[in-house]
């Protein structure tokens, strides 16, 4: 039977945190590479969603729906920690990110289009042929959330609209009134579907938290400054507040 270390592999893992030689840099590499983790296992949960709902699984899937959620909820408290280091503490080892940036997470990028937040230009922050474009190539084209939930709701007799089953993926979703119209009629007579739509509200609303709660820490390490990585830094992660991936379920909220 293996250790706990050795089930672990806590050699190989607690190998990957090497700093230059500044004492706050340990944190910053630890935050962003248990980031990288939860990613990991946030599209490991939003896989096994898909399957699920593709047997129809409401129940479960509910449950997957609510780990996700407090997946999200660590991923804003980890914020907390990176906002104790005060912007000297960051200036002392940032030319050492020399072109890394956070832009440069194909993980999150592939979260974003999972759940259903697309546009082509993050392709090319990868190089074509790469491992890494691949992947994200693949989740591009491939449905996202709101195509599987509508998959799920047409197999279950709701009337879904074409221009909901038969949008272009590689975009993200639009309000569709047909869609309200079934979303409305969901809330008024299935308390369990309802649920899962509330679930996906606050899947939503989770990851324009975590995104606000973002770009207020960039403001607060770097102000105004270009991003490492030549990004935009605090300047374009603005533009990308307030941008809900399912609009159908915000727009019905006035109909109640």
């Known amino acids: 039977m293996p250790t706990y270390a050795e089930y672990l592999k806590l050699d190989a893992l607690l190998a990957q945190q090497q700093p230059g030689g500044d004492h706050d840099e ?28 593709d047997k129809d699984d409401l129940p479960r899937a509910g449950h997957v729906m609510k780990r996700m959620l407090t997946i999200l909820k660590v991923l804003v408290a980890q914020v907390d920690i990176l906002e104790t280091m005060t912007p000297l503490e960051f200036s002392s080892f940032r030319t050492r990110l020399e072109s890394g940036s956070g832009f440069q997470s194909v993980q999150f990028r592939e979260l974003e289009f999972t759940v259903g937040h697309k546009r082509a230009a993050p392709l090319n922050q990868f190089a074509a042929g790469s ?36 949008r272009d993926i590689t975009q993200p ?9 079934i979303l409305i009629g969901i809330y008024r007579s299935d308390s369990a579907l309802a649920e899962f739509c509330e679930r996906l509200v606050d899947l939503d609303e989770g990851l324009q938290e975590w995104r606000y709660r973002h770009v207020k820490m960039v403001e607060r390490t770097i102000g105004t400054k270009a991003g490492t990585g030549g990004s935009a830094g605090a300047e374009y992660l603005l ?18």
């Open 173 to 181: 979703p639009a309000e569709s009134k047909g869609m309200q119209q």
């Open 239 to 256: 533009t990308t507040l307030m941008r809900p991936v399912f609009p159908d379920l915000w727009a019905i909220r006035t109909e109640f």
């Open 131 to 166: 491992a890494e474009r691949k992947r994200l190539e693949e989740r591009y084209r491939a449905p996202s959330v709101w195509d599987w939930f509508a998959a799920f709701l047409a197999r279950r007799g709701h009337a879904i609209p074409d221009d909901v089953l038969k």
């Open 26 to 53: 340990m944190l910053f590499i630890v935050i962003h590479q248990t980031y990288e983790l939860w990613f990991k296992e946030i599209l490991h949960e939003l896989d096994y969603l898909k399957r699920l709902l």
